[in-house]
């Protein structure tokens, strides 16, 4: 599944589509949420200019892919050099208010106007994703490989579907099922040589999976919540309350007096402005650039790069250890979230045609029947 997906990225390029500049308000006017490698989002309609030249809109294709595929499996690393001298949740606050005040400043010039509910909404969506999500993956990077963390965090969908499927969204398919099950044999095969030792790495362990949990509560969440119906205020508006709520808890554990201005290293300031430039805003416009462009599954398959990219990098720049266990680990979990996917479809069609028929069945009921 994978190995197909750069020849239709090559296929888009070759297209070559594009989107007119005076269509831009055009495209906000049919927006749907919908969840894109495990990250909530509000789709506009793509919509496809003719008289743009193909080339150029190629290459910010390519660009655009190699930004969620590399920049976002870099950040891992990135995470890792910032919080080695910089206490993490003070990390995770200057990032993400960075990011929130450009986007939310972003929205503002398109007219975009926060309410109260709003505010509600993203301290709650806030709090699951970057309070918790984020803060503990941050201060779990002290302890754990980069790669660890990453192929912790791609169980994301997994969780997504459990949650769902316990709220009543959600069906689980036998296809989905199997792909549950053999997750869980991954994390296993990951986390067994550590879970059998006490110590720090265990409770990075357990910090990860626990911020896991909490960013796939946000996405099943997120889409009963009053938040804004402008795709990009309502990435904004959580990061900003998600970042007002770090800055406190940041206060309250003490963080701010165990910053040491003058014991702060190059390789964190760096790895944070990369955080910041390239991973909150370059590669996250990138991400809802080709949601304009591309089908969503095809951007989704940055969810099964980006643990590869972190896993390799570890190695190469952090010397961290390339085992037969994180291999096979990493071939299972991401195998897990193939089959997820693919019994989720599976669960979209088997609704989709459940849905025909009922509307059918209805529409050839007499019509006095159906009046009483």
Same mark, same amino acid.
């Given at each position: 599944?994978?190995?197909?997906?750069?020849a239709?990225?090559l296929?888009?390029?070759?297209?070559g589509?594009?989107?007119h500049?005076?269509?831009?308000?055009?495209?906000?006017?049919?927006?749907?949420?919908?969840?894109?490698?495990?990250?909530?989002?509000?789709?506009?309609?793509?919509?496809?200019?003719?008289?743009?030249?193909?080339?150029?809109?190629?290459?910010?294709?390519?660009?655009?892919?190699?930004?969620?595929?590399?920049?976002?499996?870099?950040?891992?690393?990135?995470?890792?050099?910032a919080?080695?001298?910089?206490p993490?949740?003070?990390?995770?606050?200057?990032?993400?208010?960075i990011?929130?005040?450009?986007?939310?400043?972003?929205?503002?010039?398109?007219?975009?106007?926060?309410?109260?509910?709003?505010?509600?909404?993203?301290?709650?969506v806030?709090?699951?994703?970057?309070?918790?999500?984020?803060?503990?993956?941050?201060?779990?990077?002290?302890?754990?490989?980069?790669g660890?963390?990453a192929?912790?965090?791609?169980?994301?969908?997994?969780?997504?579907?459990?949650?769902a499927?316990?709220?009543?969204?959600?069906? +689980? *398919?036998?296809? !989905?099922?199997? @792909?549950? #099950?053999?997750? /869980? %044999?991954?994390?296993? =095969?990951?986390?067994?040589?550590?879970?059998g030792?006490?110590?720090?790495?265990?409770?990075?362990?357990?910090?990860?999976?626990?911020?896991?949990?909490?960013?796939?509560?946000?996405v099943?969440?997120?889409?009963?919540?009053?938040?804004?119906?402008?795709?990009?205020?309502?990435?904004?508006?959580?990061?900003?309350?998600?970042?007002?709520?770090?800055?406190?808890?940041?206060?309250?554990?003490?963080?701010?007096?165990?910053?040491?201005?003058?014991? +702060? *290293?190059?390789? !964190?300031?760096? @790895?944070i #402005?990369y955080? /910041? %430039?390239?991973?909150? =805003?370059i590669?996250?416009?990138?991400?809802?650039?080709?949601?304009?462009?591309?089908p969503?599954?095809?951007v989704?398959?940055?969810?099964?790069?980006?643990?590869?990219?972190?896993?390799?990098?570890?190695?190469?720049?952090?010397?961290?250890?390339?085992?037969?266990?994180?291999?096979?680990?990493?071939v299972?979990?991401?195998?897990?979230?193939?089959?997820?996917?693919?019994?989720?479809?599976?669960?979209?069609?088997?609704?989709s045609?459940?849905?025909?028929?009922r509307?059918?069945?209805?529409i050839?009921r007499?019509? /006095?029947?159906?009046?009483?």
């Open positions: 599944m994978f190995l197909e997906r750069p239709q990225i296929a888009l390029i070759r297209r589509t594009a989107v500049g005076n269509l831009r308000q055009e495209r906000f006017q049919s927006e749907k949420l919908i969840n894109i490698g495990g990250r909530p989002v509000v789709m506009t309609s793509p919509r496809e200019a003719k008289n743009l030249r193909p080339s150029g809109d190629s290459i910010r294709v390519l660009l655009a892919f190699t930004a969620i595929y590399l920049i976002w499996g870099s950040t891992y690393l990135a995470i890792r050099y919080v080695e001298t910089i993490p949740l003070i990390v995770v606050g200057i990032r993400h208010t990011a929130g005040t450009i986007l939310l400043a972003w929205a503002w010039v398109r007219g975009y106007r926060p309410r109260r509910e709003h505010w509600i909404s993203g301290l709650i806030g709090a699951l994703f970057f309070l918790i999500g984020h803060g503990s993956l941050h201060w779990a990077e002290q302890y754990v490989a980069t660890l963390a192929l912790l965090i791609a169980t994301e969908p997994m969780f997504i579907l459990v949650l499927w316990m709220m009543g969204q959600r069906r +689980i *398919s036998r296809v !989905s099922t199997l @792909g549950l #099950a053999v997750g /869980v %044999v991954g994390v296993g =095969i990951l986390t067994s040589a550590d879970f030792a006490k110590g720090s790495t265990l409770m990075g362990i357990v910090a990860v999976l626990v911020g896991s949990i909490s960013w796939a509560a946000g099943v969440l997120s889409p009963k919540l009053k938040l804004p119906s402008d795709a990009l205020a309502r990435t904004a508006v959580p990061l900003v309350c998600g970042a007002a709520l770090v800055w406190i808890a940041a206060a309250a554990s003490g963080e701010f007096h165990q910053l040491h201005w003058a014991s +702060i *290293s190059v390789r !964190s300031i760096a @790895g #402005a955080l /910041v %430039v390239f991973g909150s =805003i590669a996250f416009t990138s991400y809802m650039w080709l949601l304009q462009r591309c969503p599954t095809l989704a398959t940055h969810t099964y790069a980006n643990p590869v990219v972190a896993i390799l990098l570890g190695w190469l720049l952090a010397s961290e250890p390339l085992t037969w266990r994180v291999i096979v680990a990493c299972a979990i991401l195998g897990a979230v193939m089959l997820i996917r693919r019994g989720e479809r599976n669960v979209d069609r088997l609704e045609a459940e849905r025909a028929q509307y059918e069945s209805e050839s007499p019509a /006095v029947e159906r009046a009483s």
